[in-house]
């Protein structure tokens, strides 16, 4: 079933059932406090015929009962064998067809007969002619009551109609109006799922309700995925790009031996050496994608001491570049909370790259400020212009390909770094001089728990 017929199926369903329960209420209501009202009439009516019989001794019984005949009505006198005592008091024939029998206490009741419709009916005992004991039945015809019952039943028909007429149409309008802008989402949503758009919707100046919220969610959310989806398909096609270049290096090599390998021996010997220092890159390259992938997986903490992680990283570059690195420090320990094998790359990526940008010595300076550790990795070396430092930190962003190729970059260092950085809730920042020389600083949160 649509929303559309289920909201309107509940709105005039819910307004039915309150407009007949509050129009039977007052319909019965009404019609009791009426019947009530002719009753208690009768009533009066019937003690002052009993208070005449018993007061007038000279004039007949029969005829003081004619002269209380009231009118549309009907009255008998019973004795105990159910008897009539005189002849039915009536105008009206009808009457005569009416049951009764003896009673010896007071009955009002409000009888129901095919003929004459609702008949009031008092039953009262009485001492009739001075001595036995009979039964007054006085009766009259509710003409009155009857046809009020039923204009009543047709007003309030009317005025049921009246509401419940209006409800649907309410139903009907507010159905639409919620579901207009659901039925323009899902649009939105199948013309984005089916045609590969990133459409939006477009916001009007309206009330900010729940609806308008969603839409502002839907159209965030549509934006978020637009650029998330850009940068994957500008990282595919970066990746494949510098996968390509190996990958077209190797094949010319390979073209070259089988062209002049066997009579030139030396061209094989260069074509292999090239073939594997290219294949090493791709190696590399792949290696570096694969850890882009797995540093954004949940990553555990360990206590870790910075300083001698550091010292045992500087002493693996020292034994194999024989280049001067040292660290200052006024610290012997520092242990941060942090994942050992992230921030080793991290320091390999930073430490690796002063070496390859400089010729100078390189200095690490390790400092702690209140709840963060802060090193300084500063080198003496080419230095960065002003407009690639907005850039290094971006995948494959490479300020020299030329050089970065001969030192083997793959321009995925920085960005590794970052990454890892921000995992640990710290930063990277650098500062730079072209040709004098680059500081990059990293601040990794403490946190001991
Ligand atoms: P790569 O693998 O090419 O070194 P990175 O992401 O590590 O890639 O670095 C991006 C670029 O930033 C490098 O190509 C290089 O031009 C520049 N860069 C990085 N570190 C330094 C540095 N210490 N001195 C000068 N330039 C640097």
């Known amino acids: 079933m649509k929303l559309k017929t289920k909201i309107q199926l509940f709105t005039s369903l819910v307004m039915l059932i309150l407009v007949v329960l ?25 003690n002052a015929i009993v208070e005449t ?11 003081v009962l004619r002269a209380f005949l009231p009118v549309n009505g009907m009255i008998r006198v019973i004795d105990k064998t159910g008897e009539e005592l005189i002849p039915t008091i009536t105008k009206k024939k009808d009457y005569l067809n009416l049951s009764y029998k003896y009673f010896d206490s007071e009955v009002h009741e409000i009888i129901t007969d095919d003929i004459l419709g609702k008949v009031a009916v008092i039953t009262k005992p009485i001492i ?31 005025a049921s109609l009246s509401v419940l007429i209006p409800t649907v149409i309410a139903g009907n309008l507010l159905s639409r109006f919620i579901l207009r802008p659901i039925k323009l989402l899902i649009n939105t949503m199948k013309r984005n799922t089916k045609q590969g758009e990133w459409v939006k919707i477009k916001l009007d100046n309206r009330s900010k309700d729940e609806i308008f919220e969603m839409e502002m969610t839907f159209n965030e959310m549509i934006e978020q995925l637009q650029i998330n989806y850009e940068k ?24 070259l031996i089988e062209r002049r390998g066997e009579s030139h021996p030396e061209v094989l010997a260069e074509s292999v050496r090239a073939i594997d220092s290219e294949a090493e890159r791709m190696n590399q390259l792949v290696e570096q994608l694969l850890l882009l ?83 300084r990795f500063v080198d ?19 300020i020299d390909k030329a050089r970065t190729r001969s030192t083997g970059g793959t321009g995925l260092g920085l960005a590794i770094a970052k990454q890892i950085a921000l995992a640990h809730g710290g930063n990277i920042s650098v500062e730079s001089i072209l040709d004098v020389g680059s500081t990059f600083t990293l601040k990794l949160p403490i946190k001991h728990d």
């Open 232 to 255: 994957q398909e500008v990282f595919v096609s970066d990746a494949s790009h510098e996968l390509k270049t190996p990958i077209s290096i190797i094949k010319g090599y390979a073209q």
């Open 53 to 63: 019989l018993n007061t007038n001794d000279e004039i007949a019984e029969k005829e």
């Open 128 to 158: 009739w002619e001075g001595e036995n004991i009979a039964t007054l039945q006085v009766s009259v015809q509710l003409v009155t009551l009857s046809e009020t019952m039923k204009t009543l039943f047709y007003v309030l028909l009317a």
């Open 380 to 398: 003496r070396g080419v230095g960065i212009s002003k407009t690639d430092l907005e850039h290094i930190f971006h995948r494959f962003y490479r």
């Open 293 to 375: 992938a797995k540093n954004k997986e949940d990553i555990t903490f360990e206590k870790v001491d910075v300083i001698s992680l550091s010292e045992k990283i500087i002493k693996s570059f020292r034994d194999t570049n024989d280049r001067e690195i040292c660290i200052e420090t006024d610290l012997d320990e520092l242990i941060i909370s942090a994942n050992r094998s992230q921030i080793e790359q991290l320091l390999y990526i930073l430490i690796s790259n002063a070496l390859k940008y400089s010729d100078e010595v390189i200095k690490v300076f390790i400092r702690k400020q209140a709840e963060t550790v802060s090193l």
């Open 22 to 46: 509050v129009n039977t209420s007052i319909y019965f209501l009404f019609y009791k406090i009426t019947a009530d009202n002719e009753l208690e009439q009768l009533s009066v009516q019937t």
